[in-house]
């Protein structure tokens, strides 16, 4: 199944943050989302997650408009990393992990399978050994890596996140990127919000490029990474390269006046 | 501690502290002749019975509400007097000693009740449809504000001297002289209050993440709005009512707790309730002991507990910040 978005705009307080935006997320496929600050990439990924509503256009998952959908089935469906890791309250690891469990639990108490869906979350972000930590004494990266597990646990089929490596160790940087790959390979569809264009080309299978909310690039990785396009969104001059191992790498270099 | 120990401990207390309140005051009436019938009897079951069950159940509802209202806001430092509500009950209570309350004794809570009620509306009138919480903490911080000016007007306009000092006494709160009529006009507004706010228990545990994530996980914020203002506003409006304003329990009360319940805003909520009614119902059996030539104000005794309360935190937050 995938989720298309076709042509949605929104407008606030007469500045378009989203012009006739369209694009299709394939369950199986990472889509990184790139462009500048202010492009409209984290107002996307809200009107994606149904929190906002576009001014026109229509986002749907297979044939049922997303707007239309449940709120609790629609938070099953949709799994929503914010930009701001908030946490409120000094609760344990495991109760906030927890949280991701909300839309699947019933009144009273949790199942044998929130149970094991919180476990395997934890498990696969690294965070087990913080189960019984509080979670305002973890440091900045450790937290990431908690609110991951948390998004994790909901098991969504799509999967947003915005920005989600912001304060991690580079080491816990690749386990999050081959983290959110592997929930590609498993069959969710995924949508990342990436600065990194390194990290983006590690892990991308198509990208979509924002410029003051208009789609100005959109395909698979190699045909988006491209020096021309990467000028246009950014204002930068980029170096590809390929690491020894093979990998792709982008390095931007200088400012284009 | 687990949830259901502290629960229980907390339940526990406040039962002793309900026997130590019927015990209290400036007679002397031993548990064995509390049922035989006579006219000490009837202190504890006209007088004391009333006032104790009154003075627990304020404190369920007071400590209760400022748990919701905390982790509503996710401000540890709110109170269920920040929206206005007990300023717009205080201010019906205070136009009917206003307008004569001699009249009949159920007039006072009835117009405290209208009160509450009438700021409840504006209150979600003000803050729109959109449950933001940025429109209402300002929606309520403004009825608070005109509420409050508006029972200073009344104090001011007074037509006697009498009048205007009974309206301040009674504004400073306490539970003297209530009855059995108080308990059935307030407890069944209360209960109805804290059953909504009971109702608030799993969104707030998702608001711990922020509102958008909270939304994500099918948080009805507008709902979850709806049942504040309810929940708030009935068991505020019937403490009102019954007592008159009582400061810091809604504050205070929560605050103690958290740490024991491990933070969760919904594993907050029971033992905030129980805590309460412990404190308010201690307090008020402290100011029958304390020997003073007319009995402190209810009220008055929470603000000065209360402070010494603020500076405690103060010293520790100098302390971690340093």
């Known amino acids: 199944m995938d989720m298309t978005f076709d042509g949605i705009s929104l407008n606030l307080r007469g500045r378009q943050i989203l012009d006739a935006v369209t694009g299709t997320l394939r369950q199986g496929r990472v889509t990184v989302i790139l462009g500048a600050n202010g492009a409209g990439k984290s107002t996307l990924l809200s009107c994606l997650a149904g929190l906002r509503h576009p001014d026109s256009g229509r986002i749907s998952i297979g044939d049922r408009d997303i707007n239309r959908l449940d709120r609790l089935e629609r938070a099953r469906m949709i799994g929503l990393l914010p930009q701001q890791g908030d946490i409120h309250w000094d609760i344990d690891v495991t109760a906030l992990v927890s949280l991701g469990r909300m839309p699947h639990r019933g009144r009273w108490g949790m199942s044998d399978a929130d149970h094991h869906a919180i476990q395997a979350a934890m498990a696969a972000t690294d965070c087990t050994h913080l189960a019984k930590r509080k979670a305002l004494r973890l440091s900045g990266g450790e937290q990431g890596r908690v609110l991951l597990a948390r998004i994790l646990a909901g098991e969504p089929q799509w999967l947003l996140a915005d920005e989600p490596l912001a304060s991690l160790d580079p080491a816990h940087q690749l386990d999050v990127l081959d983290r959110l790959k592997q929930c590609a390979r498993t069959g969710a569809g995924v949508a990342v919000v990436l600065h990194e264009l390194t990290h983006a080309a590690r892990i991308a299978d198509d990208i979509l490029v924002l410029k003051e909310g208009r789609v100005i690039a959109y395909g698979p990785r190699d045909q988006v990474l491209t020096p021309d396009i990467l000028a246009n969104a950014y204002g930068v001059e980029v170096h590809i390269g390929t690491s020894p191992a093979g990998d792709m790498m982008v390095v931007p270099i200088r400012r284009i006046a | ?322």
């Open chain 2, 1 to 322: 501690m687990t949830q259901l120990r502290l629960n229980l401990l907390l339940l526990g207390a406040l039962l002793a502290a309900m026997l130590v309140s019927l015990l209290s005051g400036k007679v002397w009436v031993p548990p064995g002749d509390w049922l035989r019938g006579d006219l000490a009897s009837l202190i504890i079951l006209e007088l004391r019975l009333p006032r104790t069950i009154l003075a627990a159940a304020i404190g369920a509802a007071l400590g209760m509400s400022g748990a919701v209202m905390q982790g509503y806001l996710r401000n540890p430092l709110a109170d269920p007097g920040l929206f206005g509500v007990s300023g717009s009950a205080a201010l019906g209570a205070v136009s009917s000693l206003y307008f004569g309350y001699a009249i009949s004794a159920l007039l006072l809570p009835l117009f405290a009740l209208a009160g509450a009620a009438i700021g409840m509306s504006l209150l979600a009138m003000l803050a729109g449809r959109s449950g933001s919480l940025i429109l209402f903490t300002l929606a309520g911080m403004i009825l608070a504000s005109i509420s409050g000016s508006l029972t200073s007007l009344l104090i001011s306009l007074a037509p006697t001297p009498f009048a205007a000092s009974e309206i301040v006494t009674w504004l400073l709160g306490a539970l003297t002289d209530r009855s059995w009529d108080d308990v059935r006009l307030a407890l069944p507004v209360m209960a109805a209050g804290m059953i909504a706010l009971a109702f608030t228990a799993r969104s707030l545990d998702a608001l711990t993440l922020g509102e958008a994530a909270a939304r994500s996980l099918g948080v009805d914020v507008r709902r979850l709005q709806w049942l504040v203002v309810l929940g708030v506003g009935l068991t505020v409006g019937a403490s009102v009512a019954a007592a008159g304003i009582i400061g810091f329990v809604g504050l205070i009360v929560p605050h103690l707790v958290r740490p024991l319940a491990g933070h969760r805003p919904s594993a907050v909520l029971l033992p905030s309730a129980l805590a309460g009614a412990l404190l308010l119902t201690l307090a008020d059996s402290l100011v029958r002991i304390v020997p003073s030539a007319s009995e402190l104000r209810l009220g008055i005794a929470m603000s000065l507990l209360g402070a010494p309360f603020f500076l405690a935190l103060l010293f520790r937050m100098r302390r971690e910040l340093a």
